[in-house]
């Protein structure tokens, strides 16, 4: 296993508060996202953060900032990696890919936020590089899209998402599936 890295994705305050970025139960996904990484640091594996670079005019600068921050479910420590992005895939424009090779990293598993942009877009560009993804769906959320017909709500999203990845692009389990399948082994 010591080819697996953790990449926790754009869990940030953005997502816990009211406004435009709000996400449905993001509380619970970041817990579960939490578990995951803790079972991961016990286990001394690596784990790579991704963080989002938004944009808002209508905001202070500092607020910004703040609302970019990694949320405290999930607070990086000393020694884990940190990357910053303004794409949803966590592959354009970053080092990501580098870093994983750097690890000798074959295996990836992916939590975070959204579930419908960043997660699917990361998930599916992996593939391109050959790595084997397994994307952890209680610990990704997103938020409820409109479409011409209305609205479909973020649980609906969710796994319409999580089905089109399942199998073709990564394996999609819950986080006690993974660490029940991991301790079997």
Known sequence: MNDTVLIIIDIQNMYFEEGSYKLFDADEASLKAAKILNHFRSKNLPVIYIKHLFKDNKIT??????????????????????MEKNYPSSFLNTDLKTCLDDLKASKLVVAGMMSHMCIDTTVRAAQNYGYDVTVLEDACTTKNLNTKNGEIHASVVHDVFMASLNGTFARVMTVDEYIGAENQQ
């Open 61 to 82: 600068k500092q607020e910004l900032m703040r609302k970019c921050e990694i949320h405290k479910n999930v607070m990086p420590v000393h020694g884990e990696t940190i």
